[in-house]
């Protein structure tokens, strides 16, 4: 059974979710030793605040990670857990992933001492996750669906466009937010507009996985 939208491109959402669990997963329990939340992540944040303590906030995911093997069963997507269908998407995220940056010297030079330490893998999972969740599947399904009186694809342009500026000026504001150069925002703002033409041409899954990917790569460079 798929669940495409009109608002959310051409990918199953539901496979995506069943796809990225793990990671986000992996980040939420991850974050409790890294102790770094992702700026996008709000979640986190207001159930630690609820739990109170390391064991209440683990439990609250344990139960979380129950009901979403439950919800698997019940919807039957075993199948798409299996290394014939995942496989591919890693693989294809992993190519988006090489395209965003200048990988030649990190290959040849840093291969055999990447010297990713804990926290910036925890960083790249938080950032890969929560923020395709935020500024690609809400924001861009909700600026499409505002955006469809200009037509399908003039509203596609708008959603991805205005997601991206949106994507990269997120990362200048608050307390620990960067501080603000012409280059970084631009670069973002790119960043964004590829990420969100992989989620809405292919799924959100390639999306997130393409954003950890990269994020990994950038902390080894």
């Known amino acids: 059974m ?14 995506s979710l069943v796809l990225i669990f793990p990671l986000l997963l992996a980040y939420e329990i991850g974050v409790l030793f890294a102790g770094r939340v992702n700026g996008a992540d709000l ?32 919807t039957r997507r075993w199948g798409t857990l299996r290394l014939a269908l995942a496989g591919p ?7 988006y992933a090489l395209t965003l940056g200048a990988l030649v010297s990190l290959i040849v030079d840093r291969l055999l001492g990447l010297g990713l330490g804990v926290p910036a893998v925890i960083s790249a999972l938080g950032a890969g996750v929560h923020e395709e969740l935020v500024f690609r599947l809400a924001l861009i399904a909700g600026l499409y669906a505002l955006a469809r009186p200009l037509g399908r ?8 466009a205005v997601s991206s500026l949106l994507f990269a000026a997120a990362h200048h504001l608050g307390a620990h937010g960067e501080p603000w150069t012409v280059h970084a925002f631009a670069f973002r703002a790119v960043a964004g ?12 899954a390639h999306a997130v996985y393409a954003h950890v990917l990269y994020d990994l790569l950038v902390a080894a460079a």
């Open 2 to 15: 798929m669940t495409r939208s009109p608002c959310t491109g051409r990918g199953d959402v539901a496979a």
């Open 193 to 204: 507009g590829v990420f969100g033409a992989i989620f809405w041409f292919r799924s959100l």
């Open 153 to 160: 694809s003039a509203a596609v342009a708008v959603a991805i």
């Open 43 to 74: 979640v986190t944040r207001a159930v630690f605040a609820v739990a109170g303590s390391r064991a209440a906030y683990l439990a609250i995911y344990a139960v979380v990670a129950v009901g979403f093997l439950i919800w698997i069963r019940h």
């Open 89 to 95: 998407v890693v693989l294809e995220a992993a190519l």
